[in-house]
């Protein structure tokens, strides 16, 4: 592709916190495969600005985030996550929708038995601002043997249906047009079965989208019997994290898995985030996968519009897996440094052939 003008192209701001354990390792290397295909596309630009907020940060401050933190992410167009928790990001920002979609890459090798690239290829949806997360309850008479905990989860129809509804889009958008509303409602009779009402409620709206209901238990057994039968799947926030990390173990790692933490209405920024957590215990030692990073900031960018650089960075990823160049989490011996270097090689050679072709 031809680079265009300097004033003509497309510019993006990107925040980025690498926070704790191998989070800065990671977010370096999907910096580095970001500005590659930036440069090779030459539509757009990427900028960069780096925040230092870490768990160690905390410790120092007292504070995650630091007084007038979020004001200084607002003027971003999105966030480039590491790996701590950050709920003091997510619900501030409405950062409602979890999007977290799932396949075998090719060159990967799931423990399903038989499976291959494309019988696994799904997208869940979470509920990302209240539910089982929402943080009401308590502990009272700490430490007698009549002691109380309390875990409230809080259920609104507003949320609940703005998620469902963003999840139902999703499933239209997709190939399939197929989503399974996963709850618990035969025993959880009160949120869950809110849920199931609102899910009957808005599928009236979209007649093209074909809809299952699951319960979460049976789910599981799906996921890993019949990984086929599904496509797009919505869960509560509980529900959906424990099947989104279910659904990155059947595809091979969860080195390899995305996040995205959204907010549809694109009145704050979004945040982009793998979903393998801090791993201290390979902290600084370079063999931390890239992969899910990538795939990551390959979402972050279809999210800004770029969808063709968005499919070259994951079809350049997915090639150098192909190639048997991968990190020891997907049974190889490269490091982060050289799958992060063989990416970089692979765009820049796509977007060769590609220029090379018009021509």
């Known amino acids: 592709m031809s680079p265009m003008a300097v004033s003509d192209r497309r510019t993006h701001s990107i925040a980025c916190i ?19 295909v930036a440069a090779a596309d030459g539509t757009f630009d990427l900028t960069f600005e780096d925040y230092d907020w870490s ?8 504070k995650y985030i630091p007084d007038g933190g979020l004001d200084q992410l607002r003027k971003h167009d999105a966030i480039l996550f590491g790996a701590v928790g950050a709920p003091a990001i997510c619900q501030p ?4 929708a979890n999007v977290r979609p799932t396949k075998i890459l090719r060159g990967t090798q799931s423990p399903l038995r038989n499976a291959t690239s494309g019988d696994l290829d799904w997208v869940i949806i979470r509920e ?21 905990a309390t875990e409230v989860s809080i259920f609104t129809r507003h949320a609940v249906e703005r ?16 989503i399974t509303v996963v709850t618990k409602s035969n025993a959880q009779r009160n949120g869950m079965v809110m849920w199931d009402e609102v899910a009957s409620e808005v599928a009236k709206d979209f007649s093209d989208v074909t809809v299952e209901k699951m319960l979460v238990d049976a789910m599981t057994c799906r996921m890993v019997l019949q990984p086929k039968s599904l496509d797009t799947i919505v869960a509560t926030n509980l529900h959906a994290d424990i099947l989104s990390d279910l659904a990155a173990a059947l595809a091979g790692s969860i080195g390899i898995a995305p996040t995205s933490n959204l907010d549809p209405t694109r009145k704050n920024p979004s945040m982009f985030e793998p979903i393998h957590g801090s791993a201290f215990d390979i902290t600084g030692k370079g063999v931390a996968n890239p992969v899910a990073t990538f795939w990551t900031a390959a979402e972050m ?24 160049l991968v990190t020891r989490d997907l049974g190889g011996t ?13 765009i820049k050679k796509a977007y060769a052939t590609t220029a090379k072709a018009s021509n």
């Open 55 to 62: 768990s160690e940060t905390y410790k120092q401050t007292g």
């Open 93 to 96: 920002f409405q950062q409602y």
């Open 18 to 36: 690498p926070a704790d354990g191998i989070g800065p390792e990671v977010i370096s290397a999907g910096v580095e495969v970001l500005k590659t």
């Open 163 to 178: 998620l469902i509804r963003f999840a139902f889009e999703i499933a239209q958008s997709r190939p399939r047009k197929h």
């Open 128 to 148: 990302n601002s209240e539910g089982e997360y929402a943080g009401q309850g308590g502990r009272s008479h700490k430490g007698m043997p009549w002691e109380v």
């Open 334 to 346: 490269a490091n982060t440094k050289e799958v992060t270097q063989a990416v970089c090689e692979q």
């Open 301 to 324: 960018l279809k999210w800004l519009g770029e969808h063709n650089a968005a499919e070259t960075l994951l079809e350049c990823t997915e090639k150098v897996c192909e190639s048997g």
